[in-house]
């Protein structure tokens, strides 16, 4: 790569010299409760990113939600930039964990590694998102405004944030979203320099089945009744059966339940199904056809209603796109880091934005693994280059499209 810029060393100086800042951030956000159903938890955490951004000479907007956490937008103008169109940082601070997880397990460091709810998915790539946005505000050198914004559901399916994030994504030029980056198989972060981030996601549709039967005494009046489970129960294989790996479509029964009392005809049952798929011409035949199964009765005198409780689209590549990977690409190998780039089936809030049309690059966060486990780990020496990179990748990106 080339010499860096004198901006470019200034700003990544500053983010060198910041490591024990950002892992006490980080700390102070895994150890605040933030399970996406815990409004109050969420919002507290989405302070500590205020705090943060106005103490480092951000303004700060909340977007208010009455059920969900609220949204946090912080913007970093620039009156000098030919295009105002804002570089965008999406990430989000809610996590799939259970109220009281934090006291359960508090933020650790361990043989070099951070463990705790949401360490690495996502609220290290928060933390250095919002130290690359202080180091601009601090040195200077972006050609460009910047926008942070932190949302509160995605681990849901942004039921409340995905129109926040749409508009946001009309307004960007482009987007970073600091999922977290993954080592390739085969590597240790302490010897093999070496990052993988994502090069697509699948879509997600995640929906709920409610079925009605009739209920009788299962002993005396079996005939009579109509049985929602067993109605469910004949469903099951043929919503399975949609599956097809080839494609990359697969269809999850994750959850059932149902069912009064064990001497009564089930008069209700429910289940949850999750659909994941790769391209956007795949999902509404797919979704019309996990309707037609559920709601086309097995047993007679059953019905049942299919509703969708959130969803993800496709994270599908673009030239402009595979353009902002190879800034990144550029911006690591001039750190000795060779980056990779995988397709992943999980999905995530970047889809939301390069839906919009808007250049995305999704998971340029530290490296961690296993999210949404107890065993979830973030590799601490892999904050700092993260920054680095990110702030070297957004500066090289919002010249390029001055």
């Known amino acids: 790569m080339s010499e860096m810029t004198p901006e470019e060393t200034k700003v990544t100086a500053w983010l060198a010299s910041r490591k024990d800042a950002m892992v006490a951030l980080l700390r102070e956000m895994v150890d605040t409760d933030s399970g996406s159903y815990d409004k109050a938890g969420v919002d507290r955490a989405g302070q500590v990113l205020a705090r943060f951004h106005e103490t480092n000479g951000l303004s700060v907007e909340i977007v208010p939600d009455s059920r969900f956490g609220d949204a946090v937008r912080a913007r970093l103008p620039n009156p000098s930039a030919n295009d105002q169109r804002p570089v965008l940082l999406l990430g989000h601070r809610d996590t799939v964990f259970p109220q009281g997880e934090p006291t359960r397990r508090p933020f650790t460091i361990k043989g070099g590694r951070a463990y705790g709810p949401g360490v690495a998915d996502m609220k290290a790539g928060v933390v250095i998102e919002a130290f690359v946005a202080a180091a601009f505000a601090e040195c200077g050198g972006l050609p460009a405004p910047l926008m942070?914004?932190?949302?509160?559901?995605?681990?849901?399916?942004?039921?409340?944030?995905?129109?926040?994030?749409?508009?946001?994504?009309?307004?960007?030029?482009?987007?970073?979203?600091?999922?977290?980056?993954?080592?390739?198989?085969?590597?240790?972060?302490?010897?093999?320099?070496?990052?993988?981030?994502t090069s697509g996601r699948k879509g997600g549709v995640f929906m709920r089945a409610e079925f009605i039967g009739k209920a009788a005494h299962s002993g005396a009046n079996y005939e009579k009744g109509a049985s929602a489970i067993v109605d469910l129960g004949h469903k099951i294989p043929?919503?399975?059966?949609?599956?097809?790996?080839?494609?990359?479509?697969?269809?999850?029964?994750?959850?059932?339940?149902?069912?009064?009392?064990?001497?009564?005809?089930?008069?209700?049952?429910?289940?949850?199904?999750?659909?994941?798929?790769?391209?956007?011409?795949?999902?509404?035949?797919?979704?019309?056809?996990?309707?037609?199964?559920?709601?086309?009765?097995?047993?007679?005198?059953?019905?049942?209603?299919?509703?969708?409780?959130?969803?993800?689209?496709?994270?599908?590549?673009?030239?402009?796109?595979?353009?902002?990977?190879?800034?990144?690409?550029?911006?690591?190998?001039?750190?000795?880091?060779?980056?990779?780039?995988?397709?992943?089936?999980?999905?995530?809030?970047?889809?939301?934005?390069?839906?919009?049309?808007?250049?995305?690059?999704?998971?340029?966060?530290?490296?961690?693994?296993?999210?949404?486990?107890?065993?979830?780990?973030?590799?601490?020496?892999?904050?700092?280059?993260?920054?680095?990179?990110?702030?070297?990748?957004?500066?090289?990106?919002?010249?390029?499209?001055?």
């Open 148 to 197: 942070m914004l932190t949302t509160s559901d995605e681990e849901i399916g942004s039921p409340s944030s995905r129109p926040i994030i749409e508009a946001a994504a009309r307004e960007a030029r482009c987007v970073f979203n600091a999922e977290p980056s993954r080592l390739p198989a085969g590597t240790e972060f302490a010897r093999d320099q070496k990052q993988s981030i």
């Open 238 to 402: 043929r919503l399975q059966g949609l599956t097809d790996l080839e494609k990359g479509v697969t269809v999850n029964v994750g959850l059932i339940g149902g069912g009064q009392t064990v001497n009564t005809i089930a008069p209700h049952a429910w289940c949850e199904i999750d659909l994941r798929y790769v391209t956007a011409a795949q999902r509404d035949e797919l979704v019309d056809a996990i309707r037609a199964i559920i709601e086309t009765p097995v047993v007679t005198g059953t019905s049942a209603a299919l509703t969708i409780k959130g969803e993800f689209v496709p994270l599908e590549g673009t030239a402009e796109s595979q353009k902002l990977f190879e800034t990144y690409r550029e911006a690591a190998a001039g750190y000795g880091i060779s980056v990779s780039a995988e397709f992943t089936g999980g999905c995530a809030d970047s889809g939301f934005t390069a839906a919009q049309g808007c250049p995305t690059l999704c998971s340029v966060g530290p490296i961690g693994g296993m999210a949404h486990t107890p065993e979830e780990f973030l590799e601490v020496e892999s904050i700092v280059p993260a920054a680095q990179l990110l702030a070297l990748a957004v500066m090289r990106t919002a010249a390029r499209m001055e």
